[in-house]
């Protein structure tokens, strides 16, 4: 698990998949954190908006060069599933589902498409630290 945190975070940029304006949520914490840290963070959320002053893209597709990103998962689980198919689909590579965004469904889907996720395991907001 240490090797694939390491190279998860030896990435260029980061999006956060389930960003929200909304302080309390964890996509907005983990988007935070990012920014905390110095990473070059783009927000993904469907209805598209700013989130901490950044402009959201609404899919992963609307990202330049998205096989150069990590993304960070904070969907339900369906969605999970659908990020996951759009993931491959552009070459993205580095994926960590935090605490929620997994399922068994998504776990035998990931390994059918060949992706190698972090899931259950340690939170970003644990690995990196996060300050509310």
């Known amino acids: 698990m240490k090797e ?3 190279d998860f975070l030896s990435a260029p940029r ?3 998949v389930g960003a929200s304006s909304d302080r309390e949520k964890y996509g907005n914490k983990v988007f935070r954190c990012y920014l905390q840290h110095g990473h070059e963070v783009v927000p993904i959320n469907p209805r598209g908006g700013l989130i901490e002053e950044h ?3 609404q899919s992963l597709r609307e ?4 096989e150069t990103f990590a993304i960070s998962v904070i969907t339900p689980p369906a969605v999970t599933l659908k990020v996951l198919e759009e993931a491959h ?4 590579r ?5 605490p929620g965004a997994e ?3 998504v776990a035998t889907r990931a390994e059918e498409l060949g992706l190698e996720l972090i899931a259950g ?5 644990v690995v990196l630290g996060f300050h509310a």
């Open 4 to 6: 694939l945190i390491d």
């Open 14 to 16: 980061f999006a956060v």
């Open 55 to 57: 402009e959201a893209r």
């Open 63 to 66: 990202l330049d060069r998205p």
């Open 89 to 92: 689909d552009l070459g993205i």
């Open 94 to 98: 580095r994926i960590w589902l935090q």
């Open 103 to 105: 399922s068994p469904a």
């Open 121 to 125: 395991g340690p939170c970003l907001l």
